[in-house]
Structure formats: structure tokens, C-alpha cells
């Protein structure tokens, strides 16, 4: 089964809320310095689950990415993770774009590669908690798309996926080829092994451009702009509840929502 | 700028009656629908649902569109996108809402790139400005708040966080022009969900329409001390949450996790237990009118979003909170 899998680069989710800075002239985040990007968390677990199923059916994983070149990065830590080849579309005219630009350039780029029975993609990238363009990716090349999935397994001639709703999950068999989009439940991802860093080290990442995907005619121009990006505080003065026994505290804790009238 | 063609709003049905994001939909999809000087119309689609279509023509809807097939009736989206496409070519609304639940997120963003037009999902505010919508979407994990336009392109389309946006006011003697629209569905149909299977419904409350929320963290330390959260929920007659933390490890089924790629809750009282308040997590719970913390990292994040908090072992306070609470409750 060759599966090609979409992984974005992202600003680490992890920084505590006082790190995180916006340049609202810009409508930028403001990277805060020795912070490295990481790879999108979901995309992590769409990656492991597409290792899974190489180990189980065979076949060829190999990652693209959109992004600069500092993304090099991020599909080193792919091959060294076990993904036999990895892409980059760089083009500054694709960087800027939304669900829209990106969604065209990896559909151009995936028909490109070729060969493929699964795409995997996360179910949504921590920087624009957007979630589109794996359904994107399904319209564009009129595949059938499923989201958030939490397992997968082959069948013979398909696959199965778990998708989750809000009150359990749906087991749906789908033709290949398909596109999935993992949720983390999928399981965690590995660890690159030493070898694989190995590999990685020598591992050549083609670079392809607009016009590489034939997209330089504007025709993955963003159809969303945005207006403002800015950070809303909610914070507020907590009143911390102290005693010199825990009894102490938990009455005290309790009499404040009595009079709060929240029990 | 296209010509305003009102709001269209595609209405959820559960079990037979309308889903509670209908009335938000039908709430903004109002506002917003006055100021553009347009008509508000509600496209409810599904088998046997039109019972549905007064109950749209109470919460407002000036028009109702009546999309009532067998062939609506399976779960799963392929055939909803076949029957919503040219219902939405013909009506060429200026704005389009969805929910930014599991079924209408799916559909919205595949329909978008369809018709070809833009789309913001989960969306915390929407505003006519300068003629064009702007949509408020959390970014980042809800660190940061984005607001688009869609220049260009219609409808402008967004899907509507749950719980997010004031609901409708039902009014009994408002009635909407219900239109029947015809529904073909072509066979080619590439995923077929086979099996849905339910959780258990836990004891006590839902957690989505809970008054009170406990909910637990990696600080519990193991699904062997689940129980203290449990129990704290019942002394209050609470529902039971968790974090991604809780339920990526698997203590408790991924249907209780709050937060960004979980549930938005909105209860009168949250009480985190053991709960870091990363931002992923604040966003499904920031709507709660009273956050209480309990930790023992006195600069825990959490901390900040909470009116009330206690700095300690969760072990050693839970159990008798709970008692005291049961106390004050007799
Ligand atoms: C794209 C994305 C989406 C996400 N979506 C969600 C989401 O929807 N919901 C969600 O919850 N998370 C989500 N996360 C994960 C989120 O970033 C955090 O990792 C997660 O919320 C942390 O869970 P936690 O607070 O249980 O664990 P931790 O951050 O590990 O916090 C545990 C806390 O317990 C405290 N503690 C430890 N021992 C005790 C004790 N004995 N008594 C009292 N306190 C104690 C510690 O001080 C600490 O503050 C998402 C992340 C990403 C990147
Ligand atoms: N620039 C990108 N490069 C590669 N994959 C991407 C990119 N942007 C989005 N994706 C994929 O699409 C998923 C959803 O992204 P989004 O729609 O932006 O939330 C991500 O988890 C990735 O798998």
C-alpha cells in the first residue's frame, strides 16, 4: 500500500501562553527566539499510523510538505522516522495562501508523485485550527475523505476507518484510493531511531515550485484574506482558597460556592 | 460586490427534532440577515424530517427549504453534499452557516471547495463590515484570534462553534414558506459507514448541556484515580470531562474530552482537577461562567482563567470537598 502523507510544519503548540506574541501590523506570530518548529502534532500521528501499515502490507510512505525551507527540517524528521521519501513545494506565491492555495498545491503535488492507494493527512494544523484541507484535498481529486479518523485497517481491496462522533465512533469502508484525516487517538508516534537519523542526514528532498505544479498561473490564489490577527486576553484575578488543613480548604472551598450560589 | 441574497443556514436534526446549533444558526444567521437587508433561509436536510421545518419557521426562518428523502436517511456525508450542492447553486446566497460539528464540518468544508468559495470553520463571532462578512476564528490553539473576509468569491461560508453564539427565541406564531426540494442522489457513493457504535452513556449528566463540570487532568496520575473526579462530580450532580491528555491515554472514552478538538462546554461551574489549562484545552471551556482550579503548580495556567483556586494535592482536597459539598447540599 503506498501512502503519501501531508505534514506541515508549525510553531511549537506547546509555548506558554505569556511567549506567545503576535505582530498585528504584520498579522504574524512573532516566533519566540530558540523555540525550533515542530511538526504538526496530528500530522505526527497520521505519519505513524502510515508506518504501521507499511510494516503490516508493504509499500512506499513518502511525506510532502508546503513550506519554506526551514521545513527541510521537519521531512528530515519524517524519513527518519521510517517515510522513504519526502517533498518540498516551496514558492513564495503558495506560502502566503489559505486552505484553498495549499489544498491545490498538495493535490498538484501528490498527482505528481503518483502512485498512491491512501493519502493521510492530520486532522487539523495547530497553527490555523482549521481543519480543510484534507476534505479539500478529497474534493480536488474527487476522492472519498474521512475525518477524524482513529483507526484504520485494510481490507482486502479497501480499507476500513473509525471515525469519531460525538457520542462514539463510525466504522466506514471506503474505496481506495482515499483520504483520511488522523486524530490523535490514532496511537503516539515513534521516535526517529539513530538509523533513521542516519538515513535522514542523506536523504535528497526534491524542491518543487508553482510552476513545477503548474501553478503559476494564479489559479491557487487564496479565496480568504485576513483582516486581523490578535490576541484577546480572558485572564482573570483568581481568589486562592487557603486553610491550614485540607478540611480547612475544602470547607472554605465550598462555603465560597454556597454564596456564589453554585451549589 | 454581488447583489445580497440573504443568509442561508443549513439546519441539524437529532433523533427526529432539530439540533440545538439550529437555533445559533438561526440566531446570527437573523442579525446578520437584517443588517444586509436579505432574506433568512433554513435548509434542513434528512429523512423524515419535516416536523423539523416549523419548528425552523418558530426560531425565524423566513424560508425553509424542505430536503425530505430516504436517500438522506444513511449517515455519513456524500449523499448530503450530492443534494446540498445545486440547492445552494440555485439559491446563490450572499452567506452560508454551517455547525462546527463533526457531520456539518465535514460538509461545509467540502462544499466550499466545491462551489469554489471560502470558508472559515469554527467561528467564535460573526459581523457585517463594510458590506462583506468577518469571521472571528480562534488560531494558533486559541492563543490568538483571526478575523477573514472573503473578498471575492460567495457564499462567504462559516461553521459556527457549538454554544458559541446566542440561540434563536422560539416564537409560536412566526411561520415560514416551506419549499419542497427535490432530491436526486446519484449511486456513486465511495464510503459506506458499515457500523456505528455508541459509547455507554456514562452516569449522570450529558456533558454538553451540563450546569457543572468536573473534569480531570495528567495530574490525576493514573486511571486507578479516576474516582476522585467521579466522585466530586456527584457531590455536585455534575458531568464528568477530561482532558486530551486523559483521553489520548485512554483513562476515559475520547467523547468527554474539553477542549479545542473536543467539546465546548458553557457550564455555570467548571472544576478542573489536575488540569494544566493549556490553551487547547481553556478553548472548550472558557465559555464557563465560573472556573474553579485545583493543582498543585501555583503557576499553572489554569490559575489564570479560574475565580476561584486552590494551590495542592489534589488527593488530600478532593475527598473532603466532596463530603462538604454533600454536606451543604442536604
Ligand atoms: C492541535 C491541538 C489540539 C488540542 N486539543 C486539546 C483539547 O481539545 N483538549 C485538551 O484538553 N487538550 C488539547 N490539546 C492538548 C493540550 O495542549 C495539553 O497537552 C493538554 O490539555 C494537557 O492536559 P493536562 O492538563 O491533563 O496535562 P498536563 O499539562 O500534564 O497537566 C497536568 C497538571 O496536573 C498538575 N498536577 C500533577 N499532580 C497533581 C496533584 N497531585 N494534585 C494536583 N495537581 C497535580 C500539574 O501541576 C499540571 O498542571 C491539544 C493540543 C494540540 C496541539
Ligand atoms: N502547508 C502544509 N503542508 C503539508 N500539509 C499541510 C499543510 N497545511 C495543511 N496540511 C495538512 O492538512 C491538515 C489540516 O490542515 P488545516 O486544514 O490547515 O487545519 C494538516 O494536519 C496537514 O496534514
Redesign the interface.
Do not use: C, M, W
Given at each position: 500500500m503506498n501512502i503519501i502523507v501531508t505534514i506541515k510544519q508549525v510553531p511549537d503548540p506547546d509555548i506558554p501562553p505569556i511567549h506567545f506574541k503576535v505582530d498585528e501590523a504584520a498579522g504574524k506570530v512573532v516566533p519566540p527566539p530558540g523555540v525550533a518548529p515542530v511538526m504538526n502534532g496530528y500530522d505526527a500521528n497520521a505519519l505513524e499510523a502510515a508506518l504501521k501499515l507499511k510494516e503490516a502490507h508493504g509499500g512506499r510512505v513518502t511525506a510532502i510538505t508546503l513550506g519554506g525551507q526551514e521545513a527541510r527540517d521537519t521531512l528530515k524528521r519524517a524519513v527518519a522516522m521510517g517515510a522513504d521519501a519526502a517533498v518540498l513545494i516551496d514558492d513564495p506565491n503558495l506560502r502566503e495562501g489559505d486552505s484553498f492555495t495549499t489544498a491545490t498545491a498538495l493535490a498538484r503535488a501528490i498527482e505528481k508523485v503518483g502512485e498512491y492507494d491512501l493519502i493521510l493527512c492530520g486532522r487539523q494544523a495547530s497553527d490555523t485550527d482549521a481543519g480543510q484541507v484534507p476534505l479539500g484535498l478529497g474534493e480536488i481529486l474527487g476522492l472519498p475523505t474521512i475525518s477524524p479518523v482513529i483507526a484504520i485497517e485494510s481490507t482486502n481491496g479497501g480499507v476500513k476507518a473509525h471515525r469519531m462522533i460525538e457520542d462514539g465512533q463510525q466504522v466506514i469502508e471506503a474505496q481506495l484510493p482515499a483520504v483520511m484525516a488522523v486524530s490523535s487517538e490514532i496511537g503516539e508516534p515513534r521516535y526517529p531511531p539513530l538509523r533513521g537519523i542516519m538515513m535522514a542526514g542523506r536523504t535528497q528532498i526534491p524542491v518543487w515550485t508553482a510552476a513545477d505544479l503548474g501553478l503559476d498561473d494564479g489559479s491557487a490564489a487564496p479565496k480568504v484574506q485576513l483582516r486581523r490577527l490578535y490576541i484577546e486576553s480572558r485572564e482573570q484575578a483568581c481568589e486562592l482558597v487557603d486553610g491550614d488543613t485540607p478540611e480547612e480548604i475544602a470547607a472554605a472551598l465550598a462555603q465560597k460556592l454556597r454564596e456564589a450560589k453554585l451549589i | 460586490m454581488p447583489a445580497a441574497n440573504g443568509v442561508l443556514v443549513v439546519a441539524e436534526t437529532e433523533r427526529g427534532g432539530l439540533a440545538p446549533i439550529s437555533a445559533e444558526l438561526l440566531g446570527v444567521g437573523r442579525t446578520l440577515a437584517e443588517v444586509l437587508g436579505g432574506t433568512l433561509t433554513a435548509a434542513v436536510l434528512g429523512s423524515g424530517v419535516a416536523e423539523a421545518a416549523s419548528a425552523l419557521g418558530e426560531l425565524g426562518a423566513d424560508v425553509v427549504l424542505l430536503a425530505d428523502s430516504p436517500a438522506l436517511g444513511e449517515?455519513?456525508v456524500?449523499a448530503a453534499l450530492e443534494a446540498l450542492t445545486p440547492l445552494v447553486t440555485q439559491e446563490a446566497p450572499d452567506i452560508l452557516l454551517l455547525g462546527h460539528?463533526?457531520?456539518m464540518?465535514?460538509l461545509a468544508?467540502?462544499l466550499?471547495?466545491?462551489l469554489?468559495?471560502?470558508?472559515?470553520?469554527?467561528c467564535t463571532a460573526l459581523r457585517v463590515e463594510d458590506g462583506v462578512l468577518?469571521m472571528t476564528?480562534?488560531?494558533?490553539?486559541?492563543?490568538?484570534?483571526?478575523?477573514?473576509?472573503?473578498?471575492?468569491?460567495r457564499p462567504q461560508m462559516a461553521t459556527l462553534r457549538p454554544r458559541a453564539f446566542r440561540p434563536a427565541v422560539s416564537d409560536p406564531s412566526h411561520h415560514a414558506e416551506v419549499r419542497h426540494v427535490p432530491v436526486e442522489v446519484g449511486a456513486a457513493v465511495?464510503?459506506?459507514?458499515?457500523?456505528?457504535?455508541?459509547?455507554e452513556a456514562t452516569t449522570g449528566p450529558s456533558l454538553?448541556n451540563a450546569k457543572?463540570v468536573v473534569s480531570g487532568g495528567r495530574g490525576l496520575g493514573g486511571p486507578e484515580n479516576w474516582h476522585y473526579v467521579e466522585e466530586l462530580a456527584a457531590s455536585?450532580g455534575a458531568a464528568v470531562g477530561a482532558t486530551?491528555a486523559v483521553?489520548?491515554a485512554g483513562w476515559v472514552p475520547?467523547?468527554l474530552q474539553v477542549g479545542?478538538?473536543g467539546?465546548t462546554i458553557t457550564p455555570?461551574?467548571y472544576v478542573a482537577v489536575g488540569v494544566s489549562g493549556?490553551?487547547?484545552h481553556i478553548a472548550g471551556c472558557?465559555g464557563s461562567r465560573?472556573i474553579?482550579?485545583i493543582n498543585k503548580d501555583p503557576d499553572a495556567?489554569i490559575?489564570?482563567?479560574?475565580?476561584?483556586?486552590?494551590?495542592?494535592d489534589y488527593k488530600?482536597?478532593v475527598p473532603?470537598?466532596a463530603?462538604?459539598?454533600k454536606e451543604?447540599?442536604r
Open positions: - | 449517515p455519513g456524500e460539528t463533526p457531520d464540518r465535514e468544508a467540502r466550499a471547495f466545491r469554489g468559495t471560502g470558508l472559515t470553520t469554527d468577518v476564528k480562534p488560531v494558533y490553539g486559541g492563543s490568538a484570534n483571526a478575523e477573514f473576509t472573503v473578498p471575492r468569491a465511495r464510503s459506506r459507514v458499515v457500523e456505528t457504535v455508541r459509547e454538553k457543572a455536585l486530551r483521553t489520548d475520547p467523547g479545542l478538538t467539546v455555570d461551574l493549556a490553551v487547547q472558557s465560573n474553579v482550579a495556567n490559575f489564570k482563567h479560574a475565580r476561584f483556586g486552590v494551590v495542592g488530600q482536597i473532603p470537598l463530603a462538604r459539598i451543604l447540599k
